[in-house]
RNA sequence: GGUCCCUUAGUGGAACUGGUUAACACGUCUCCCUCUCAAGGAGAAGAAUAGGAGUUCGAGCCUCCUAGGGAUCACCA
């Protein structure tokens, strides 16, 4: 069963994929996958100075992580709608330009930077608050075209904008948005280097591709009418818009590249150990609500669930704590297994796990699987566990100086030594015989044996940790 | 500045086509558990729904005005 339904995710490959494109596909691709339809990745390449080369790849790769898997893209076209990239699209953005030419909704602009700043700082001063093209270009003679020609002036293409109409349209999102054209200037489809602009060849391409809706970040609710223009010109049915809300930071502004304390690409949080599962639900809560009180989601749970009824019209702000919660919930759920291959390549990096069993590994990260919210945490609480340092602190130093202290850890190693096995509960029953035959318990019975094992006055259940170092181990740390 | 969007506790946000004490979650605080830190359990504090006016028997929900915040105004996407 499948509908005609398709929407898209268009990355430009200008960086790696962040929070604010990572959610834009989520919810692309939860609103198809909601109605059975298709989920097109296509790539805007047509900013050539600043694509960064492994851009696409990792972007692509990144979505594929968190599960957003799409059903035509670059690398999976469809022969009907390819190519994919627009880079590979340039003779039908030409072909539609001259369309729009022909019937004079267009016309090739000669005017160079310099000129177009001065018409622009012209009207300033004159007092007009947003500045438009002066229509320079719109009525050239055929000399003045060929002396531009002669000076070796390449024309762009600018569209001619209607003039005093209202263009309304259905917002998902926010219901009813409507602008008028006076607003808007003639503004360039084509660049000098016969290059298309961004909002002209998402129409073309959106259009060519029969998407049916298309959800994007607030920031383009104000190219939407420039390209609805297009579309009438046309005559082609626009989609359906919905313009989901802006990701703000902690100073309620738009989260932006440069913001330096939160982290800003999924790379990076992958790389921190948080779960897919983690981010993809999070991001989910970023601008909408389910209607149940539950709020936590799958991606297939929420491929059910998503209602674009629900999405917010307010910004929201991105919350890493609320993300960090989050994502430690998801480590609790994990088996034995899935933890162990999560948690690996962490415990690698403050111990050497190469002959060392799987089962061993799983027990020592499992001391810390219950607190950790990402996985690079448990490098820093295992440390002290693996290779200990003696405590400076001056309440580690009383502990040490108490009188009972010497001969509690004399008598555990002992009693330590005699044991057959060592787990949790036979070395509680250590504590226990060190208590009564001693008669010290608590803290100063405890305190001294932390401290001697792992140099540290926090850390995981005693008899853990012991567990988890084995009797030498054990009896190696304490009679040092 | 023009245009457009938004405004419910620190944060995300719920509240059916207007109907009683404005949900829930994160965070904060307290207590319990406990050798410690976490985790977990129990509980608490925190919002006259930005302000004002109107419509109504009744408004967070409808209308208008004001204020604040945001987005956008490129041969970037």
Redesign the pocket.
Known sequence: MSSNIRVRY???P?GFLHIGGARSALFNYLYSKHFDGQFIIRV????I??NVVGGEESQLNDLAWLGIIPDESPLKPNSKYAPYR?MERLDIYQKYAQVLLDKGYAYY?????EE?EES?NAQLERGI?????DGHCLHLTDEQIEQYKKEG????IRIRMPKNQQIVFD?L????????TN?I?D??IM???G?????F??VVDDHLMEMTHVFR???????TPKQIVIYNYFGWTPPTFG?M??I?N?????L?KRDNNILQFMSQYRELGYLKDAIVNFIL?????P?E?N?FYTLEEAVKAFDPD?L??????F?P??L??VN??YI?QLSDKEYLDFIRPFVAKVLDISNKSDDEILKMANLFK???HYGQEIVDLLTPIISPVPCEEEEAKEVMALPTTKDVLKSFAEILSTLEEINADSVKAVFKEVQSKLGVK??S???P??LKLTG??????????ISVLGKEETINRLTK
């Open positions: 268009a990355p430009s200008t805007e390449d047509t900013d100075e600043r627009q602009c000669y005017c160079n930077e177009l622009r608050a947003a500045p438009q093209y002036r390449k024309p762009c917002d999102v926010r219901g009813k948005v409507s602008f008028n607003d200037g503004w360039v660049k000098s280097n290059i298309p602009t961004y909002n060849a998402v970040g607030e920031e383009h609710l104000s190219n313009h809300t802006i703000i902690e100073n309620g502004k738009k932006s809560l970023l601008g909408w609500t209607k009180e709020e629900r917010s019209s307010s910004p929201s702000m919350d704590a609320k960090m919660w430690s919930h609790k219950e607190q950790i608590g803290k019975l405890y305190m044996v932390r540290k006055m926090h850390g995981p259940e005693m008899v853990n940790i």
